[in-house]
């Protein structure tokens, strides 16, 4: 390879972001990595890039003139200005998906009909632009029903609920702007999973299966978040993570090829794991936060490697494996978070035990030069382990070290699992 292909850009700024750095690094030492805007932990790892402005255009040339010979984009806001189309058309290949292929995440109701073309289970749903209209169809169903706004809301945009009053209410949070549409679909009952395929066309690679905690107070209680924190077996790609992407995400990439769209990059599904099988509540265009974050560390291969095959449409020179051991990230949040954003504070962090991993989000440097909390979710601290409780035992000790004014987490991540019978399932079907 030449060494302009060993230059690695890496755009974004979260926890995720930082994982994807670490990975990188860690799996292949001699890569040059460099990140944007990126944090304080991805900037001890990778070198910045400092564009004249904000801008794409900035960014692309910036890298053009660095040598940069693969991006790989974090955050869906990026994908959905078009950042690929723009690197792309600069020649720099990137590891995501174009604007017009992100709609798989960008909007919900493009995305439910590539559902219903390409046959992959999902609740039935209708679209308005209207909240009036919403309040008398909720009504008139008088069971519970999920709300969720058309296009981006950092994973704050979905309401279940069976008050009508309720639900008008919220869907005029995302009903301000022109053209504005919000989806009113059943609300489906069962275990929740995010599961990750990597893709280019109808080329589908199995990656691994995960468990978010999306609601911000233990117990599952509160307003949904970003992600409060995450689990993942010891043993993806498993047998389950096989099965359902061949179900789920497989006939997706094979659907949005034939229309002309194909996709390439992270396709995650979000599932509701129900009695009667899996149900995509949502589709996402890239890694999910906390979730790349618990199976990036446990990743037993080349991920440079591993995605310059997706990108190129190669088969993989060295099958995917992983470490097996169990990984639980907690996310450390801010005062106030998700409803307020909390005042700038100082940071104070002790000795991180073997086997643990600390991934920086909403942090910054001062004027001083010292670490500070930006507010929102600052940190993922994450533990490995031959058991899941080894492995939150681990995480949980890196977050008592991490020390800020309104420092918070959920003290329940990893307490359960989705249920063994889905896992004999898969296994059983091979």
Same mark, same amino acid.
């Given at each position: 390879?030449?060494?302009?292909?060993?230059?690695?850009?890496?755009?974004?700024?979260?926890?995720?972001?930082?994982?994807?750095?670490?990975?990188?690094?860690? !799996?292949?030492?001699?890569?040059?990595?460099?990140?944007?805007?990126?944090? #304080?932990?991805?900037?001890?790892?990778?070198?910045?890039?400092?564009?004249?402005?904000?801008?794409?255009?900035?960014?692309?040339?910036?890298?053009?003139?660095?040598?940069?010979?693969?991006?790989?984009?974090?955050?869906?806001?990026?994908?959905?200005?078009?950042?690929?189309?723009?690197?792309?058309?600069?020649?720099?290949?990137?590891?995501?998906?174009?604007?017009?292929?992100?709609?798989?995440?960008?909007?919900?109701?493009?995305?439910?009909?590539?559902?219903?073309?390409?046959?992959? #289970?999902?609740?039935?749903?209708?679209?308005?632009?209207?909240?009036?209209?919403?309040?008398?169809?909720?009504?008139?169903?008088?069971?519970?029903?999920?709300?969720?706004?058309?296009?981006?809301?950092?994973?704050?945009?979905?309401?279940?609920?069976?008050?009508?009053?309720?639900?008008?209410?919220?869907?005029?949070?995302?009903?301000?702007?022109?053209?504005?549409?919000?989806?009113?679909?059943?609300?489906?009952?069962?275990?929740?999973?995010?599961?990750?395929?990597?893709?280019?066309?109808?080329?589908?690679?199995?990656?691994?299966?995960?468990?978010?905690?999306?609601?911000?107070?233990?117990?599952?209680?509160?307003?949904?978040?970003?992600?409060?924190?995450?689990?993942?077996?010891?043993?993806? #790609?498993?047998?389950?993570?096989?099965?359902? !992407?061949?179900?789920?995400?497989?006939?997706?990439?094979?659907?949005?090829?034939?229309?002309?769209?194909?996709?390439?990059?992270?396709?995650?599904?979000?599932?509701?794991?129900?009695?009667?099988?899996?149900?995509?509540?949502?589709?996402?265009?890239?890694?999910?936060?906390?979730?790349?974050?618990?199976?990036?560390?446990?990743?037993?291969?080349?991920?440079?490697?591993?995605?310059?095959?997706?990108?190129?449409?190669?088969?993989?020179? !060295?099958?995917?494996?992983?470490?097996?051991?169990?990984?639980?990230?907690?996310?450390?949040?801010?005062?106030?978070?998700?409803?307020?954003?909390?005042?700038?504070?100082?940071?104070?962090?002790?000795?991180?035990?073997?086997?643990?991993?600390?991934?920086?989000?909403?942090?910054?440097?001062?004027?001083?030069?010292?670490?500070?909390? !930006?507010?929102?979710?600052?940190?993922?601290?994450?533990?490995?382990?031959?058991?899941?409780?080894?492995?939150?035992?681990?995480?949980?000790?890196?977050?008592?070290?991490?020390?800020?004014?309104?420092?918070?987490?959920?003290?329940?991540?990893?307490?359960?699992?989705?249920?063994?019978?889905?896992?004999?399932?898969?296994?059983?079907?091979?």
């Amino acid at each position: 390879m030449s060494s302009s292909t060993e230059r690695v850009l890496v755009v974004g700024s979260g926890g995720r972001e930082h994982a994807i750095v670490d990975g990188l690094i860690r !799996t292949h030492p001699t890569l040059e990595v460099f990140v944007y805007p990126g944090n #304080p932990g991805m900037w001890q790892l990778a070198q910045r890039i400092r564009p004249e402005d904000n801008s794409i255009g900035a960014l692309v040339r910036a890298s053009v003139e660095k040598g940069i010979g693969l991006v790989v984009v974090g955050p869906e806001a990026y994908l959905d200005q078009g950042i690929v189309d723009a690197f792309t058309a600069a020649g720099i290949p990137c590891f995501g998906p174009t604007k017009a292929a992100a709609r798989l995440e960008t909007s919900k109701s493009w995305a439910k009909q590539v559902m219903r073309l390409a046959g992959v #289970p999902t609740a039935e749903y209708r679209e308005f632009s209207d909240p009036g209209e919403i309040r008398s169809y909720i009504s008139s169903l008088g069971r519970r029903v999920a709300v969720k706004a058309d296009g981006l809301a950092a994973g704050k945009g979905v309401l279940v609920t069976d008050n009508p009053v309720e639900a008008a209410e919220f869907a005029e949070l995302y009903l301000s702007s022109p053209g504005s549409k919000v989806i009113v679909e059943e609300a489906l009952s069962g275990k929740e999973l995010s599961l990750f395929a990597l893709v280019n066309g109808d080329m589908v690679v199995p990656f691994s299966h995960a468990q978010d905690y999306k609601p911000a107070y233990d117990g599952d209680k509160g307003p949904n978040t970003g992600g409060m924190g995450a689990i993942c077996p010891a043993d993806s #790609p498993s047998a389950l993570t096989e099965e359902l !992407t061949e179900e789920i995400i497989t006939p997706i990439a094979r659907q949005m090829k034939t229309m002309g769209v194909p996709f390439c990059g992270v396709i995650f599904a979000g599932l509701m794991l129900t009695e009667d099988g899996p149900y995509v509540l949502e589709f996402n265009a890239r890694f999910g936060d906390p979730e790349a974050q618990v199976m990036i560390p446990r990743l037993d291969a080349d991920l440079y490697e591993l995605i310059q095959c997706i990108v190129s449409g190669q088969e993989l020179s !060295t099958p995917l494996a992983f470490k097996r051991l169990f990984a639980c990230g907690v996310t450390i949040a801010s005062e106030g978070y998700p409803v307020s954003r909390a005042e700038p504070e100082p940071i104070t962090i002790g000795n991180l035990p073997e086997g643990t991993y600390l991934y920086h989000a909403g942090t910054s440097i001062d004027n001083n030069g010292k670490l500070i909390a !930006t507010g929102g979710r600052v940190f993922t601290a994450v533990g490995l382990g031959h058991n899941l409780d080894d492995a939150r035992d681990k995480a949980y000790s890196l977050a008592s070290r991490v020390s800020f004014k309104g420092a918070w987490y959920r003290r329940d991540i990893g307490s359960n699992w989705i249920d063994l019978a889905w896992r004999r399932r898969a296994e059983s079907n091979r």
